[in-house]
Antibody, heavy 125, light 107 residues
Framework: EVQLVESGGGLVQPGGSLRLSCAASGFTFSSYWMHWVRQAPGKGLVWVSRINSDGSSTSYADSVKGRFTISRDNAKNTLYLQMNSLRAEDTAVYYC??????????????????WGQGTTVTVSS | DIQMTQSPSSLSASVGDRVTITCRASQSISSYLNWYQQKPGKAPKLLIYAASSLQSGVPSRFSGSGSGTDFTLTISSLQPEDFATYYCQQSYSRGITFGQGTRLEIK
């Protein structure tokens, strides 16, 4: 079964750090680009970060750039999100998601086709 | 960043109704548009990719159309399990963005 399982969430004080993990199983993890997406309580989905299949290329939302770092360990089939200088507005459920690519008419489209169940991060004093 | 605006923000409909949700991009995104469904307490589910392609396993009552800046998600005949929140998402630019969501409720 294709599965993503997040862990590492919890309560942290403003200015603190947390590292989230996302364990992948049931597919060849090293072949896929991966994402982190978050959702504040009662709010919509917000993309956080993306990493390519070998970890050599990353991108971030402006709101987390310079504070968050995405990485992966393909030998361990695990995706990470290191979160530093946390703020109250970082409080959210964090999902990891697999990117699935589709080629059509010479163009590359992609969507997030497999998602974890999410892990909750609460930033509060 | 490219802004994605969905309308309406919420919608009440009955089982069997035909429903259309609209998503507008702040600039042209060609067909780099996906649709997701999310139920309370659950992770999102990919429904449509590349504006009009149905993800494997998704019922055929779901369809997508559009290109450039204007897109629609249509549910041809609402089923009880379709009441959820729907999000559009653009993958045209490096900074991926979602719409604010459309909550579909039972009338």
């Amino acid at each position: 079964e294709v599965q993503l399982v997040e862990s590492g969430g919890g309560l942290v004080q403003p200015g603190g750090s947390l590292r989230l993990s996302c364990a992948a199983s049931g597919f060849t993890f090293s072949s896929y680009w991966m994402h982190w997406v978050r959702q504040a309580p009662g709010k919509g989905l917000v993309w956080v970060s993306r990493i390519n299949s070998d970890g050599s290329s990353t991108s971030y939302a402006d709101s987390v750039k310079g504070r968050f770092t995405i990485s992966r360990d393909n030998a361990k089939n695990t995706l990470y999100l290191q979160m530093n200088s946390l703020r109250a507005e970082d409080t959210a459920v964090y999902y990891c998601a697999r990117e699935r690519g589709y080629s059509s008419g010479g163009y590359y489209y992609y969507g997030m086709d497999v998602w974890g169940q999410g892990t909750t991060v609460t930033v509060s004093s | 960043d490219i802004q994605m605006t969905q309308s309406p923000s919420s919608l009440s409909a009955s089982v069997g109704d035909r429903v259309t949700i609209t998503c507008r991009a702040s600039q042209s995104i060609s067909s780099y548009l996906n649709w997701y469904q999310q139920k309370p307490g659950k992770a999102p589910k990919l429904l449509i990719y590349a504006a009009s392609s149905l993800q494997s396993g998704v019922p055929s009552r779901f369809s997508g159309s559009g290109s450039g800046t204007d897109f629609t998600l249509t549910i041809s005949s609402l089923q009880p399990e379709d009441f959820a929140t729907y999000y559009c998402q653009q993958s045209y630019s490096r900074g991926i963005t979602f719409g604010q969501g459309t909550r579909l409720e039972i009338k």
